[in-house]
């Protein structure tokens, strides 16, 4: 005889006494485990917000899948385990690389234990790594068009006085030198020089300010 497949049932609310119940989805998942002969054990994240890739009982359950103690993982609907798609999709994989099957009972064909169940989650990955190439694609090019419009982009700029700087470098010192008096990086007290036009030394400009 083959021996029952041992399931582990995820319920997930993100709030309690405001009208959600894990009550409804372990009712539902624990018919159909009864139903498919499945040996079942609750995990239960109760008031925990699906955005957290760490949840008490999430992180119980795939320590007992990774240690070979769970056989499939069921869920009421897919948003229970998760919000986020990259992170559903890195669960699921990571189930799938330790020999757990996956079912999602309100998603239609989403059961990883059947052909057309991963062939549905492959599709769900395509279109995850599209997403991500698309939104690289609009931030590269909203830099892109704000540097054109002169704005700039990355960290804050760091504004400081360069007038010790400028003394530092007339008195003979180098840039090494200054720099690290300073403490400022050599790369970025070479450009703010430039752009007050006293670098490549301040005397190489006696009109200007510096």
């Not at 704000?146 to 530092?168: I, N, S, T, W």
């Amino acid at each position: 005889m083959n021996k029952p497949i041992r399931a582990a049932l995820y319920a997930r609310v993100s709030t309690v006494n405001h009208g959600q119940d894990v009550g409804l989805q372990l009712d539902e998942l624990r018919q159909v485990g009864a139903q498919r002969g499945w040996t079942t054990t609750d995990y239960v994240d109760d008031g925990v917000s699906g955005t957290r890739d760490s949840r008490p009982a999430l992180d119980r359950m795939l320590a007992d899948a990774k240690a070979g103690r769970l056989d499939l993982v069921a869920v009421w609907r897919l948003d229970r385990l998760g919000r986020d798609l990259r992170h559903l999709l890195q669960v699921i994989d990571q189930l799938t690389s330790w020999g757990v099957g996956f079912v999602s009972l309100r998603d239609a064909g989403l059961d990883t234990t059947s052909p057309s169940g991963r062939l549905l989650l492959q599709l769900l990955g395509a279109f995850s790594e599209y997403e991500k190439a698309a939104i690289r694609e609009r931030v590269v090019a909203g830099v892109r068009r704000a540097q054109a419009a002169g704005k700039h982009c990355g960290r804050p700029r760091k504004e400081f006085d360069l007038r010790p700087a400028v003394a530092l470098l007339r008195e003979g010192r180098g840039l090494k030198d200054v720099a690290r008096i300073l403490r400022l990086s050599r790369q970025t007290l070479r450009r703010r020089l430039r752009e007050q036009g006293c670098w490549p030394a301040p005397d190489a400009h006696p009109g200007l300010p510096c």
